[in-house]
């Protein structure tokens, strides 16, 4: 298991990492594209389900990608909540 480049302190990217503060959600490993410079950062609920995000380069704090990670999630969770309801 490595620990994650300078900024993301916390967060595995060759294993799953717990979100903080969100039951059920783990990071999966990050995918870093050097051409572009961009992450993208897999999202995986304990029962297979998944969402992911892509940022720059420069967003690094935990706090911001637990920031964002948090409003991918919620985001998720209402669009299966309205699939559910024939939307």
């Given at each position: 298991?490595?620990?994650a480049?300078?900024?993301y302190r916390g967060v595995v990217t060759d294993a799953i990492s717990a979100v903080?503060?969100?039951k059920h959600w783990s990071y999966g490993s990050f995918e870093f594209d050097r051409e572009?410079?961009?992450?993208?950062?897999?999202l995986v609920r304990d029962d297979g389900t998944a969402a992911a995000f892509?940022?720059?380069e420069f967003v690094s704090e935990p706090g911001d990608l637990?920031?964002?990670?948090?409003i991918v999630i919620?985001?998720?969770?209402r669009?299966?909540?309205r699939q559910g309801v024939g939307g």
């Open positions: 298991m490595h620990n480049p300078d900024g903080p503060g969100e572009t410079g961009r992450r993208t950062v897999p892509t940022i720059p637990q920031a964002i990670a948090r919620a985001a998720r969770e669009w299966e909540n």
